[in-house]
């Protein structure tokens, strides 16, 4: 069992506590359909005032799809002190919840997440960073400032994290919990759409790495495949940077396993055999 001490104000230099800064180039570079359609089901996405947090420290597990989140966060899960990290800003997860629970806007819903999570004084949520941005425009990410951490995966495989992304996208398989119908003999290759998902994703790293530059943000970095090899790192630095000790993962009790198969490495040869 891992153990929290008890966070104070005087933890966060005073220094962290100006506003989220949101560099205008990189509103440009990046569409959010999750604040799209938020702001139509809320009528606006902006601060609310007198708004303050719940009591909770929060773990932003930042991503792009298919670069080993799902993983890491069933990882974190086998600690005992995080629970599955979620896409708890995904729109249609946000308006499913505020529609019976009458909630009007996006910090109503952030702060009914500690009794929609279950928890243990903290909540883990996967982002993207279009969703950290939507959070800083309501003004949640400002009042979270020295409450918050953020942990960033990647793939240092962005070939087959590519590969998986189109392949995802045509089977509906985004995780091992999803069923398909479609078999491995209707998934149909794509060159430039591979090559489109790998431009992708670089832009999407890129905003994540502008974003937290603008904010003095460090996030905790980490890789797929570095988990794969030994979590001990990362997990160490997480129990570091939240005050947690006696923190430990057990990758021996994550249920899920990887999705990749022979059409991956089909994929993969025919890519580079014609790039």
Not at 246 to 268: F, G, H, M, S, T
């Amino acid at each position: 069992m891992a153990f929290a001490e008890p966070f104070t104000s005087a933890q966060a230099p005073e220094d962290l506590r100006n506003p989220v800064n949101i560099p205008p180039l990189l509103r440009g570079a990046v569409q959010s359909p999750h604040s799209v359609a938020l702001r139509h089901f809320f009528g606006q996405l902006e601060p609310e005032p007198g708004w303050m947090p719940p009591d909770v420290d929060v773990l932003f597990l930042c991503f792009t799809n298919r670069c080993g989140s799902n993983y890491l966060a069933h990882l974190l899960a086998t600690t005992g002190v995080f629970n599955e990290a979620g896409e708890y800003f995904n729109a249609p997860t946000v308006v499913q919840h505020a529609v019976p629970l009458g909630l009007r806007s996006l910090p109503a819903y952030f702060s009914a997440l500690p009794t929609l999570v279950p928890n243990p004084g903290r909540i883990a949520a996967k982002a993207g960073v279009d969703q950290l941005m939507m959070l800083a425009d309501v003004g949640i990410l400002d009042a979270l400032r020295g409450r918050a951490t953020y942990l960033m995966i990647e793939r240092e495989d962005r070939l087959g994290q590519a590969i998986s992304r189109v392949i995802a996208a045509q089977n509906l398989r985004w995780s091992t919990g999803h069923v398909s119908e479609v078999p491995d003999s209707a998934l149909v290759f794509d060159h430039a759409w591979i090559k489109r998902e790998l431009a992708e994703i670089a832009v999407m790293n890129a905003a994540f790495a502008q974003f937290f530059l603008a904010n003095d943000i460090v996030p905790i970095r980490t890789t797929y495949e570095a988990l794969l090899r030994n979590p001990s790192p990362a997990v160490e630095a997480l129990a570091a940077t939240m005050h947690l000790r006696n923190l430990r993962a057990r990758p021996e009790n994550v249920a899920i396993r990887r999705q990749a198969n022979a059409v991956n490495d089909a994929w993969r040869r025919t890519y580079l055999r014609n790039t």
